[in-house]
């Protein structure tokens, strides 16, 4: 079974959502440096024209005989006019009265000095324009007089001008933005790559393969692979612990459990005595009670731990299911039970051959068990649709009904209370299928007789 992982978020989607967040910003911020930038320098562009206007003009006004005139030179006037077709409005003035020009051209909020020229932005006449004012002092009938010219000038060429630049700036924004997107996506793949190097190459390990991580890695990664180095260290222990306890189990566990059966039977031989023979005959079924359980225990913990480390290889199971029989062979003949073995495939896939041998075991001696003297046992290997197929077929009770709950741990059927055994034998076959991808299958067969089917998928 595939391993699963709990999954919360990706590194690379926020890392990528971040720095592209942050090109967008970027991007926001270079388009509004940009426009700010050439609004500021169309304004003072004009603004200066505006001041060469409107000094001109200024310089135009003359006092002849005891008269203020105002000469206004095509220059001051056109030098605004060549630079756009926005209109253009002039005037001048003293505190008093209107020498010339537009009367009502806006104001600014008090008078210039002299010397000084003030800037103001208005509408007028339902346009938006840009106003300059200065002032001059002349002499007038030996006093004093204060001349103010205002020059105005609207902004529709200037907002032309920026909307042109505006475009030109989104345009270096979107390619900004697109061209740091794409270096992000580049970055944010390259940062998490040492994460998927280093999963790869543990993926890419057998089973039993619990060397540590050796490659270099970035200095953030350096607390992972430490972490996992100590986690392997620690797994490679424990796994040679269970190995350790699982050998030596069987060997205390069986050992005693063969020598008091040996010695039971050799009293059975020796006593005549009907109530102590009985006794004895209790006493080695008790044994072989417990010295089945305790192997078939011994057994499912050796699947559980192998289950989950498969070492997989090429196997023949017509060869493995001849093997067994020959080895199953004496027990049977002991109940004049026939063992025929029909092999219409090699029923070749790819599996751990002690877990299916083990697997193919247990089905084999639970059919032998079940079967009533002098009576055969059918092994049929078969392969087709994909899959490769071991029938066991028996003359035993079959199946009560609710089989499909026979392959929990220790279930055993209602029919079978008097013989010997443990419940655990369709459990290691059923985990071994599913281990190997396949699955079991438990019948009864038209008349009398049990048929469990073990499938596995071809290679």
Same mark, same amino acid.
């Given at each position: 079974?595939?391993?699963?992982?709990?999954?919360?978020g990706?590194?690379?989607?926020?890392?990528?959502?971040?720095?592209?967040?942050?090109?967008?910003?970027?991007?926001?911020?270079?388009f509004?440096?940009?426009?700010?930038?050439?609004?500021?320098?169309?304004?003072?562009s004009?603004?200066?024209?505006?001041?060469?206007?409107?000094?001109?003009?200024?310089?135009s006004?003359a006092?002849?005989?005891?008269?203020?005139?105002a000469?206004i030179?095509?220059a001051?006037?056109?030098m605004?006019?060549?630079?756009?077709?926005?209109?253009?409005?002039?005037?001048?003035?003293?505190?008093?009265?209107?020498?010339t020009?537009y009367?009502d051209?806006?104001r600014?909020?008090?008078d210039?000095?002299?010397?000084?020229?003030?800037?103001?932005?208005a509408?007028?006449?339902?346009?938006?324009?840009?106003? %300059?004012?200065?002032a001059?002092?002349?002499?007038?009938?030996?006093?004093?007089?204060?001349v103010i010219?205002?020059?105005?000038q609207?902004r529709?060429?200037?907002a032309?001008t920026?909307?042109?630049i505006?475009?030109?700036?989104?345009?270096?924004?979107?390619?900004f933005?697109?061209?740091?997107a794409?270096?992000?996506?580049? %970055?944010?793949q390259?940062?998490?790559?040492?994460?998927n190097?280093?999963?790869?190459?543990?993926?890419?390990?057998?089973?039993?393969?619990?060397?540590?991580?050796?490659?270099?890695?970035?200095?953030?990664?350096?607390?992972?692979?430490?972490?996992?180095?100590?986690?392997?260290?620690?797994?490679?222990?424990?796994?040679?612990?269970?190995?350790?306890?699982?050998?030596e189990?069987?060997?205390?566990?069986?050992?005693?459990?063969?020598?008091?059966?040996?010695?039971?039977?050799?009293?059975?031989?020796?006593?005549e005595?009907?109530?102590n023979?009985?006794a004895?005959?209790?006493?080695i079924?008790?044994?072989?009670?417990?010295?089945?359980a305790?192997g078939?225990?011994?057994?499912?913990?050796?699947?559980t731990?192998?289950?989950?480390?498969?070492?997989?290889?090429d196997?023949s199971?017509?060869?493995?299911?001849?093997d067994?029989a020959?080895r199953?062979?004496?027990?049977?003949?002991?109940?004049?039970?026939?063992l025929r073995l029909?092999?219409?495939?090699?029923?070749?896939?790819e599996?751990?051959?002690i877990?299916?041998?083990?697997a193919?075991r247990?089905?084999?001696?639970n059919?032998i068990?079940?079967?009533?003297?002098?009576?055969?046992v059918?092994?049929?290997?078969? %392969?087709g649709?994909?899959?490769?197929?071991?029938r066991?077929?028996?003359?035993?009770?079959?199946?009560?009904?609710?089989?499909?709950?026979?392959? %929990?741990?220790?279930?055993?059927?209602?029919?079978?209370?008097?013989t010997v055994?443990?419940?655990?034998?369709?459990?290691?076959?059923?985990?071994?299928?599913?281990?190997?991808?396949?699955?079991?299958?438990?019948?009864?067969?038209?008349?009398?007789?049990?048929?469990v089917?073990?499938?596995?998928p071809?290679?």
């Amino acid at each position: 079974m595939k391993a699963q992982a709990r999954v919360s978020g990706s590194i690379r989607r926020r890392l990528t959502l971040q720095l592209v967040g942050s090109a967008a910003v970027l991007a926001v911020l270079l388009f509004l440096l940009v426009l700010g930038f050439a609004r500021r320098v169309a304004e003072e562009s004009q603004d200066n024209i505006l001041t060469a206007s409107v000094t001109s003009i200024l310089e135009s006004v003359a006092v002849q005989d005891g008269a203020l005139t105002a000469d206004i030179p095509y220059a001051a006037l056109s030098m605004l006019g060549n630079v756009s077709n926005d209109r253009v409005f002039y005037a001048i003035r003293t505190a008093t009265e209107d020498l010339t020009g537009y009367g009502d051209l806006p104001r600014p909020d008090r008078d210039p000095r002299a010397g000084e020229t003030l800037f103001l932005t208005a509408d007028y006449k339902g346009d938006s324009l840009r106003l %300059a004012s200065a002032a001059r002092t002349v002499s007038l009938e030996g006093q004093p007089l204060r001349v103010i010219a205002s020059v105005a000038q609207t902004r529709n060429g200037q907002a032309a001008t920026l909307e042109r630049i505006s475009a030109i700036a989104a345009v270096l924004g979107l390619g900004f933005f697109l061209v740091s997107a794409a270096l992000a996506i580049l %970055a944010a793949q390259a940062a998490v790559k040492p994460l998927n190097d280093l999963a790869g190459s543990v993926s890419r390990r057998g089973p039993k393969d619990l060397r540590p991580v050796v490659a270099p890695v970035p200095s953030e990664m350096a607390p992972l692979v430490v972490s996992l180095n100590g986690f392997i260290a620690r797994l490679k222990v424990s796994l040679a612990r269970s190995e350790d306890f699982i050998a030596e189990a069987a060997h205390r566990v069986r050992t005693p459990l063969a020598t008091v059966r040996t010695q039971a039977e050799v009293a059975l031989r020796r006593v005549e005595r009907p109530e102590n023979r009985k006794a004895l005959k209790e006493m080695i079924r008790a044994i072989d009670e417990s010295s089945r359980a305790a192997g078939q225990l011994l057994d499912h913990a050796m699947v559980t731990f192998r289950t989950d480390s498969l070492e997989r290889q090429d196997v023949s199971l017509a060869d493995l299911t001849a093997d067994l029989a020959d080895r199953l062979g004496p027990v049977a003949d002991l109940k004049e039970i026939t063992l025929r073995l029909e092999a219409l495939d090699p029923g070749r896939i790819e599996g751990d051959p002690i877990l299916l041998q083990n697997a193919v075991r247990n089905i084999l001696d639970n059919a032998i068990k079940y079967s009533p003297e002098d009576s055969c046992v059918d092994l049929v290997i078969e %392969a087709g649709e994909g899959v490769v197929r071991l029938r066991v077929e028996d003359e035993g009770p079959g199946f009560p009904s609710g089989a499909d709950k026979l392959t %929990a741990r220790f279930a055993r059927g209602s029919n079978v209370s008097g013989t010997v055994g443990s419940g655990l034998g369709l459990t290691i076959a059923k985990e071994v299928a599913e281990a190997h991808g396949g699955k079991l299958k438990m019948e009864n067969r038209e008349g009398r007789g049990a048929c469990v089917t073990l499938e596995f998928p071809a290679p």
